[in-house]
């Protein structure tokens, strides 16, 4: 069995792009949550995981700077195939009703709707969290206050029970990023 690490948690759009590359493979795969590029490559680098996902760059945002830490770091660690996949951002609030003071999600997504998020709640602070569905999940569990919105897939706010409260909130409505399949050298 392949296994394949990727940055994020279930419902991520780093998910996605892995479940993605896995139809290209005839193996039977096992699909790794590991939160964030470093652990990815800790986990190639340790032979846990034979393959790794990472995002690498956003149309809006620009280069993932945690990848690119974290491959700069690690040279014996190198991207074997890319592919691009539509990026749709949703906004959501624990409960319908709730007073929003601040947004929790990646630092991409927050850079990919930077605008739009501006245009809802002039001033709002930001709040970089891992991954955008582990910004739901921890809005769902209470490690975010409830008076947070988060930017994560639909599937994630959906799976944590969480109030949609505006779809497709990317700045760019043809929004994509780039994933890379690494390998240890």
Known sequence: MIRIGYMGIPFSNSEH???MMIQRMDDEVELVPLTDSENVIRALLN???DYGVVAVRNMVAGP???TERALDA???VSSITEISIDIHHCMFIKREGVEVNGVASHIQA???TYNNVERL???ISRIEVADTALAAEMLSDGRLPETTAVLCTK???IHYGLHLLEENIEDDPDNWT???LLKKD
């Open 17 to 19: 792009a892995a479940e």
């Open 47 to 49: 032979e846990e995981v």
């Open 64 to 66: 993932v700077i945690e």
């Open 74 to 76: 690690n040279p014996s």
């Open 110 to 112: 927050l850079g990919q």
């Open 121 to 123: 709640f002039p001033g």
């Open 155 to 157: 599937a994630a706010g």
């Open 178 to 180: 780039d994933f890379a």
